[in-house]
Structures are given as structure tokens and as C-alpha cells.
């Protein structure tokens, strides 16, 4: 067998043969052609059959491809340029690499495999390349193997944001409950960041959509209302959100108590109440047999401590499952009347938000809808981002969200089907 003929089989490149190898010290250099006569236009598919010029053979075009053991292997071809009716002159895509790219399609999708599984400097140190070409490969990846029917049948959607760098950085990310997978991000948290959600949704596919979960923010629900996006949509306040908000000012009131525990002249009451913050947050089930006794304790000494606690615990009650919309009306309401009388500070504001937002509330505990499955995804982007160190835009976090969380279903190059043989 010819070494031509050895490294075509070995290679597996799309469209080629291989017309030359050469062996140097630590790279293998393949020089392959393209099969086909038609020129094709790598930003749009515009095929011809003529050619502008042809480039300069003593500069071919090179890619990196999947290494053969400690060897780089670089692939170089002599390409021709076309004039594209959109594009103008560009030079003919090729087969096995995507638009602009440098790496063959196999490289960019091992690298981007790895990128959702390891650090960016791992990654580049086991590839042999740059942790920005890492973030470039993992960028081409999504932005050709992302399904632009993603957007098509959506019904129900949790809509939260996260945080990608310190200082207030933040994505928005739309995910389809149905389909348990992120469908849509953008850099922001406002509501003309999910604005752009809508817009590329479009009118006739916005008014499918029938819930939406979110949290308690003002700026989604105003897009999600704004005309011409889904006003018809139900939407249901994310349970962990609200429940949250009651944890919060627990935990307000826990603070204020410690505090004024400290200035005690004595220290026995701040060291009887130290540690008594997961003994007060934590699911009853979830105690340990310490926190429990601490817990116990509380409620022999009652006070305003206590009062919150049960406040705390009878409105989780409320999100068991096991109610209708109406009862969970009448316990909601009487849930807001006991807190604005309670003369705790933190749950008389607690109570005022439950009261704005109270169909919202309703709306979940009806559908049975909650940002569990957003949140769930959430802990799986933050792994993502905690992994790669951080990241220097929010195109290159929002990439990897989408290969991590998204719908790409990504291959190894070893996982797609051989080509069949060329006669």
C-alpha cells in the first residue's frame, strides 16, 4: 500500500486525496486536493464552476489535524477563489474545516469535547495549542452545529440569569422545560437583554409559548408581558426564589439576634445561639442530631427568633405539592397577614413582595412549574465556569454553555460513521 494511500485511510478527511507526505522532525506534513470541480462559497454554499484566480502554490492554505502519536499533523491544500454574488472574491471552503478556521472540523470538536469536561490550560496543554484557540474552536463549534430549530416549538421556559466573571457580569439564559436543555443566552439581565430572546423568537412562535417560570425580578416579567412577545403566556414565580426570599429574612432576623447577643454584658447567650444559623435554615429532615437539640433549645426560649422559624417553615408548607390554587390562596394570605403583624422587619417586607407577586405564586403551585430544571442547569454552567478559570468575554462563556447545557450533541472524531471508500 502507497503512503498516500495509507494516510487518505488513516486521516479520514472528507472530499480529498491525499497527493503527498512528508515526514519532518516532529510534525507530519499531509498535502491533499479537493475531489470536487465546483468552488463553494464558505460563508453562504454559492457553488461555480468558475474561478477567480488561483492562489499562490508555494503558500498553501494549512490545517492542523487530530495528532498521530507525538507527531503534529498539518494538512495543506492549494486553494482557488471564486466571486461570490453576497461575499465577494473568498477563498473555496473545504470539506473537513469550518469557515476561517485554521484546525480541521475533527480538531475543533475535540477540543470542544474537552473544553466542557477540563480547564482551558489542561485543554491547551494536551492539545499543543493556545487556550485562545481552545475558546475560538469552542465558538465555531456552536455557531455551526447549534440548531436554529431550537426556537420551534417551545411551550413552557424558565428564563434566569448567572453570573460568568466577578463585578456584575451576568447571562441571561432561556432554557425549554420540555426538552430540559438551554435553547437561548446573551450577555445581560434586564429586559432588553431577553428582549433579543423575543425578537428572534419572533411574534408567530412567541404566542405558542403557554407558562413561563422566572424569578421575582421586575425585568423579565416586563418583557415577557411587553406586546408582541408572550402576554398570553401564564407566568409562575420560581418556587426556590420565593422560598429564598423567606430564608433571606430569616436569616435578617437571625443576624439582628446575634448581634444583640454580643453586646450582652455576658457572652453564655452569644455562645448558646453560636452556630445556630443551618439549625434555623435547613430543612427539619435534613438536621443533624446537633443542629436539632440547638433547634429544640429555640423553641423553649420562643422569642421573635422562633416566630420567625415557624413562619419560615409554614410557608415552605405551602409549596408541598399536595394543595389546589384556592388553598393555597387562603394559606398564602394568611400566611402575609401573620407576617406584616409579626413586628419583624425583614418579614413585613417579605410579605409585601408575596402580595405583589401573589398570582405568580399561584400560577406555579397550579402548573406545578419551577426553575428547578434552570437551576439544576445553573449548578451545571457554574461547574463549567468555576472549571475554566473564568473567561475574557461573554462569547466565549456563552460557547461553552451551549456545548455543556445546550442541544449540540456533540461527537468525538472517532464516534462519527467512516465515509465509504471513493471508487
Known amino acids: 500500500m502507497r503512503v498516500t494511500t495509507a494516510f487518505k485511510r488513516l486521516l479520514r478527511l472528507e472530499g480529498v486525496n491525499v497527493t503527498a507526505v512528508e515526514f519532518l522532525p516532529s510534525m507530519v506534513v499531509v498535502t491533499v486536493a479537493l ?76 477540543l470542544a469535547w474537552l473544553a466542557t469536561r477540563m480547564d482551558t490550560t489542561a485543554v491547551a496543554r494536551l492539545a499543543r495549542v493556545s487556550w485562545r484557540t481552545v475558546g475560538r474552536a469552542c465558538q465555531r463549534v456552536v455557531a455551526t452545529e447549534l440548531d436554529p430549530d431550537r426556537l420551534n416549538g417551545l411551550f413552557r421556559i424558565g428564563v434566569d440569569e448567572i453570573s460568568w466573571r466577578r463585578h456584575h457580569k451576568y447571562l441571561t439564559l432561556v432554557v ?61 414565580a420560581d418556587p426556590f426564589h420565593v422560598i429564598k ?3 433571606d429574612a430569616l436569616d435578617e432576623v437571625r443576624r439582628d439576634l446575634w448581634q444583640a447577643l454580643r453586646r450582652l454584658p455576658g457572652d453564655r447567650w452569644a455562645k448558646d445561639f453560636k452556630g445556630a444559623r443551618w439549625a434555623l435554615l435547613k430543612n427539619p429532615e435534613d438536621l443533624t442530631d446537633r443542629q436539632a437539640a440547638q433547634l429544640a433549645k429555640l423553641r423553649r426560649n420562643r422569642g421573635g427568633i422562633w416566630r420567625a422559624y ?25 400566611w402575609c397577614a401573620r407576617a406584616q403583624r ?38 451545571k454552567v457554574r461547574l463549567i465556569v468555576r472549571r475554566a478559570y473564568g473567561f475574557h468575554s461573554a462569547d466565549a462563556a456563552l460557547a461553552l454553555v451551549m456545548l455543556g447545557a445546550g442541544p449540540i450533541d456533540l461527537k468525538l472524531p472517532h464516534e462519527h460513521p467512516a465515509a465509504p471508500a471513493a471508487a
Open 35 to 110: 475531489r470536487r470541480r465546483r468552488l463553494i462559497c464558505p460563508h453562504c454554499g454559492h457553488g461555480t464552476r468558475f474561478r477567480y484566480d488561483t492562489r499562490d502554490v508555494e503558500k498553501p492554505s494549512s490545517w492542523r489535524h487530530l495528532d498521530l502519536g507525538v507527531w503534529r499533523v498539518e494538512v495543506r491544500a492549494a486553494l482557488r477563489r471564486l466571486r461570490c454574488p453576497a461575499h465577494g472574491v473568498v477563498v473555496e471552503a473545504v470539506p473537513f474545516a469550518r469557515p476561517g478556521a485554521h484546525l480541521t472540523r475533527d480538531y475543533d470538536d475535540l
Open 176 to 236: 425549554d422545560h420540555d426538552r430540559g436543555v438551554v435553547i437561548w443566552g446573551a450577555q445581560g439581565r434586564d429586559a432588553k437583554t431577553l428582549d433579543g430572546f423575543f425578537d428572534e423568537l419572533g411574534p408567530l412562535r412567541s404566542q405558542t409559548i403557554e407558562a413561563v417560570s422566572l424569578d421575582l425580578g421586575p425585568a423579565f416579567i416586563k418583557s415577557v408581558t411587553a406586546e408582541g412577545h408572550a402576554s398570553q403566556a401564564v407566568i409562575c
Open 245 to 247: 426570599l423567606v430564608g
Open 310 to 334: 415557624e413562619m419560615k417553615e409554614q410557608f415552605r408548607a405551602i409549596f408541598a405539592g399536595d394543595l389546589t390554587r384556592d388553598q393555597a390562596a387562603v394559606l398564602l394570605d394568611r
Open 342 to 379: 409579626s413586628r419583624l422587619a425583614p418579614f413585613v417586607k417579605a410579605a409585601r413582595t408575596m402580595r405583589r407577586r401573589r398570582d405568580l405564586i399561584l400560577n406555579a403551585i397550579e402548573h406545578g412549574l419551577s426553575n428547578g430544571r434552570v437551576e439544576g442547569l445553573n449548578n
